[in-house]
Each structure stands twice: as structure tokens, then as C-alpha cells.
């Protein structure tokens, strides 16, 4: 099985995990350890979008701590009050589709960063569909 995406969330110290893995017949999405089967890669998206949204929301009012993290194969991107991740200072990394995708947002709140997250995975996913394809 290949990793595709994970995301992480945090609001005032509880969190909530979505991890999606491909293993030839479809792609299994790991909603806080629990496995589904999606039949596309669009269909685990918008499943751990939902699943992380519903978690956030909450934290939209501006009054609860939260943070998100998203890991795709070039790299993680955090959001909010996230623990530092370390790494990623090199002058081609700076220039990634990560990086210019995180760039785009400007702190407006928990589902927006979702949304940003879910930008930056579809680039990633979509790369690695036409690696494969070639």
C-alpha cells in the first residue's frame, strides 16, 4: 500500500486523523483508524474532508485553540497552532506546489486551511496519477 494524504486535526488538544492508502483495487481512507473503502481517490478526499470539517468547525468562532496539519508525498504544510514541523528549507522545496498552494492561504479560520489542505492533496494526488499513467 502507498500513502496518499493524511490529515491531522487539533482543537483545544483533542484530534481527530484521516490517512488514505492506495493499494491497487481502490484506496482505503483510515478515518481516526477506522478503514473505509472508496472506489476513486476523489470519493476518499471529499470522505476525509467531511470527517476533518466536521471536527473544525466548531473552532470557526474564533474561540477554541486548533490547528491542522496535511502530508502529501513532497511534503507537510501545517495551519493554525500546529506543532513546528521541522524541514523543508531548500530552495526546490520553496518553490513546490506545496509550498505556493499553502501560501495562498492568510490565517481566515479552520475550514478555509481545510480547503487549502484539500487543494494542495488534489495537486499531489493528481501528479502522482500521471506518473503512474506514464
Known amino acids: 500500500m502507498s500513502e496518499l494524504f493524511s490529515l491531522d486535526a487539533q482543537v483545544c488538544g483533542f484530534e481527530r486523523h484521516a490517512k488514505a492508502e492506495a493499494d491497487g483495487l481502490g484506496i482505503t481512507l483510515y478515518l481516526d483508524g477506522q478503514p473505509t473503502r472508496h472506489g476513486s481517490v476523489n470519493d476518499a478526499i471529499r470522505g476525509a474532508r467531511d470527517f476533518i470539517g466536521e471536527f473544525l468547525r466548531p473552532a470557526e468562532r474564533g474561540d477554541r485553540p486548533w490547528g491542522l496539519r496535511v502530508s502529501v508525498s513532497g511534503g507537510a504544510a501545517v ?53 503512474l499513467a506514464a
Open 79 to 131: 495551519y493554525g497552532e500546529w506543532p513546528l514541523v521541522g524541514g523543508g528549507g531548500s530552495p526546490s522545496f520553496r518553490k513546490s506546489p506545496l509550498v505556493r498552494i499553502r501560501e495562498r492561504w492568510h490565517d481566515s479560520g479552520p475550514v478555509s486551511a481545510l480547503e487549502n489542505a484539500i487543494q494542495i492533496i488534489r495537486e499531489y494526488v493528481s501528479r502522482g496519477s500521471q506518473r
